[in-house]
């Protein structure tokens, strides 16, 4: 961990902050940003924000950035961290330079600090930047360290995924207006935003001319002289370039640098500050992290006008205080992240809920469109998530809607792959559970037959297991091995457990004894909660202990099975802080750590109920937004305590965990 900046840290702050234990000044951005670790970047964001402004380095990794860089190319405003293939971003990169210095610079990897929504580092002959950012808006501050001329450069060609169009011009204001397209990740659909930026030198709007360099990218040159400071504030919409400068007037208010970033620390402090643990400061620092990114998605894209444009492309406008979530990646989240934020905020997962039916009602796909807003990922499972609020008491959305919405989008799921089938299977009992809930029983008896229809393909495929069983992607499953596949179907667990009967908990056993398990991807991240499930809680609390705290020999990639494990920590206070290869994906896996920290987990979303098991914190309070704190305590047994009370039984029901009457 890099606990030594923090004294760096606070040197930078831009207010005075209580204590040093504050929760945005324990997150380290670094976690996770070497290499194919996690897959991460230290750019400074707000709480679910749609700016990420960050360094872009030479070498670079998904995200853009990789620690062991030390070359600058230079500041971007957007990427997708931690959700595979190449990443998606890099939009709007600014750099800072003297007239005729080359780029990329070296950067003094020793000056480089970050915590929640702040990133500095100072590089080539000096130069200081400090980055902080808002919801829609960035903030560069560049700091000279000699006079001279320094031209401001701003591309909008480059980035991390296939650049489709771009263009800019400057406005008679100063401004410098674009727009711009690209693939969002893995190149499936494009995203198409706009921006305005405006440049301020020694805190006043500069006069000069932007023109056109040599690559195509717009260049401001600048007089300056020693210790003079140069800001580049940019604002995003997915409206328009006039948009973007009204989201840059109305999130930066024409504040000083420093109240900027005082303002995105203390909304960091008051949403991290949700959950508090008891444990030392590395515990602490790698707990508030993991929250950290938990809550980075969805991104809230709606401008303070309440304008939007959904993934039709067509602009919409949103009641006073409403806000519009996207940038999804729920094949993934939908498991853990999601979950997660049903109890910790359940008005912004109303919030999310009600974006998810107007993303049903504007034509939802599987995958990105190629009219997005904002750079997003998939799609799948949407249902779950929302079957999963409406029975926790998030029911401030049209359920028919997001009903009428599943229905359609069931028959165009794929069902080929044994592990299409199970997911579409998923969605489908999902279908059925809403349907019952709402009234609708024969819907709710038409799809309950479909989703269980599966059953047959898993007694041929799974039930018991062949040669290709460790194989990843045989049969043609799109990631994972038969193997982890075959513990899948959590909407369906008794009958899985009948149909195995006696061989239920040693083939469990033994495939963990076997090294079957993948805590590197989604498909089996519940399994070692399978046997807490089946009345072996302490097997679930050896298991999960081993995954957060010890190196663990790790055999698979996304392609296949290691020659040789590699062997390291799951999660750690590092930059290499994931196991080699292991995504973040938008906020699953660290999720996952907090579920396991808390001694809950949600092995079935859509039912509203957790597992309680062995808390890894001696205990937790979590303050729920709107709801009364809730206290977790590890009983004398290793049990789960709930405000001091033994849990006794296997699961715990949300309401009474919230206390709802």
Not at 331 to 341: A, G, I, V
Not at 400 to 409: D, N, P
Not at 546 to 574: C, D, E, I, K, M
Request: aromatic share 10%; proline share 6%.
């Amino acid at each position: 961990m890099r606990l030594f900046l923090l004294a760096a840290v606070a040197a930078f702050l831009p207010l005075p902050v209580a204590a040093q234990d504050a929760p945005g000044l324990l997150v380290d951005p670094f976690v996770g940003t070497l290499a194919d670790f996690g897959q991460l970047s230290p750019a400074a964001v707000a709480p679910y924000g749609m700016v990420q402004l960050g360094p872009d380095t030479v070498p670079a990794n998904h995200a853009g950035y990789d620690f062991a860089a030390d070359q600058l190319a230079g500041f971007s405003h957007t990427r997708g961290v931690g959700v595979g293939c190449g990443g998606a971003g890099g939009d709007v990169r600014v750099m800072l330079g003297y007239a005729g210095d080359a780029t990329p610079q070296r950067m003094d990897k020793a000056s480089e600090a970050a915590h929640a929504g702040a990133y500095r580092v100072s590089y080539g002959p000096g130069i200081l930047a400090e980055l902080t950012a808002t919801r829609g808006a960035g903030a560069i501050r560049f700091t000279v360290p000699r006079a001279g001329t320094v031209d401001v450069t701003i591309r909008y060609d480059r980035g991390y995924s296939r650049r489709l169009a771009q263009s800019w011009q400057a406005s008679d204001n100063g401004d410098l207006l674009a727009s711009f397209s690209a693939g969002t990740v893995c190149d499936e659909g494009a995203y198409h935003l706009h921006s305005a930026s405006r440049v301020l030198h020694r805190g006043h709007p500069t006069d000069g001319t932007w023109r056109t360099g040599a690559d195509g990218q717009a260049v401001l040159s600048l007089q300056v002289a020693a210790g003079d400071t140069v800001e580049v504030r940019t604002g995003l919409s997915s409206i328009d370039p006039a948009a973007a400068a009204d989201v840059r007037r109305a999130e930066l208010l024409d504040r000083a640098f420093d109240r900027i970033a005082a303002g995105t620390l203390a909304a960091w402090n008051t949403e991290l500050g949700r959950l508090t643990i008891t444990g030392d400061r590395r515990q602490q620092a790698l707990f508030y992290t993991s929250l950290y990114r938990v809550m980075q998605t969805p991104v809230a894209i709606a401008d303070p006008d309440g304008r939007y444009r959904g993934s039709d492309g067509q602009v919409a406008q949103l009641p006073a205080g409403e806000q519009h979530y996207t940038s999804w990646a729920l094949w993934d989240n939908y498991r853990t992240q999601l979950p997660l934020l049903a109890l910790i905020d359940p008005p912004r997962a109303g919030a999310i809920a009600r974006s998810l039916v107007r993303l049903y009602q504007s034509g939802k796909q599987r995958w990105s469109t190629s009219t997005e807003p904002f750079l997003s990922v998939r799609t799948e499972h949407a249902g779950i998530v929302l079957l999963d609020f409406w029975r926790k008491g998030i029911t401030d959305f049209d359920a028919e809607a997001a009903l009428a919405g599943m229905i359609a989008e069931s028959a165009t799921l794929a069902r080929a792959t044994p592990d299409e089938q199970i997911e579409a299977a998923y969605d489908d009992w999902a279908i059925a559970e809403l349907a019952a809930d709402l009234g609708q029983q024969d819907v709710a008896d038409r799809f309950r037959r479909q989703a269980l229809s599966y059953r047959e393909m898993w007694r041929q495929t799974f039930r018991d297991l062949g040669d290709d069983a460790d194989i990843v992607k045989a049969r043609g499953l799109y990631q994972g091995t038969l193997a982890q596949y075959r513990w899948a179907p959590v909407f369906d667990l008794p009958w899985l457990a009948e149909t195995l009967g006696p061989r239920f908990l040693p083939e469990l056993e033994q495939f963990f004894a076997r090294n079957l398990f993948n805590m590197t991807n989604q498909p089996d991240i519940h399994v070692p909660y399978l046997f807490a499930w089946a009345d072996r809680p302490q097997e679930t609390a050896r298991i999960v202990d081993r995954y957060l705290t010890r190196p663990v020999p790790h055999r698979y990639t996304n392609a296949g099975v290691r020659p040789q494990p590699w062997v390291g920590h799951s999660f750690a206070l590092a930059p290499q802080g994931f196991a080699d290869g292991m995504d973040d994906d938008a906020g699953t896996m660290t999720a996952w750590y907090v579920w396991a920290m808390l001694g809950l987990y949600p092995l079935t979303p859509g039912e509203p109920r957790y597992l309680a098991t062995t808390p890894h914190t001696p205990a937790a309070t979590l303050r729920p937004v709107d709801a009364e704190p809730i206290r977790f305590g590890r009983a004398a047994s290793d049990g789960l305590l709930v405000n001091d009370r033994a849990v006794t039984t296997r699961f715990i029901d949300h309401a009474e965990l919230v206390g709802e009457k």
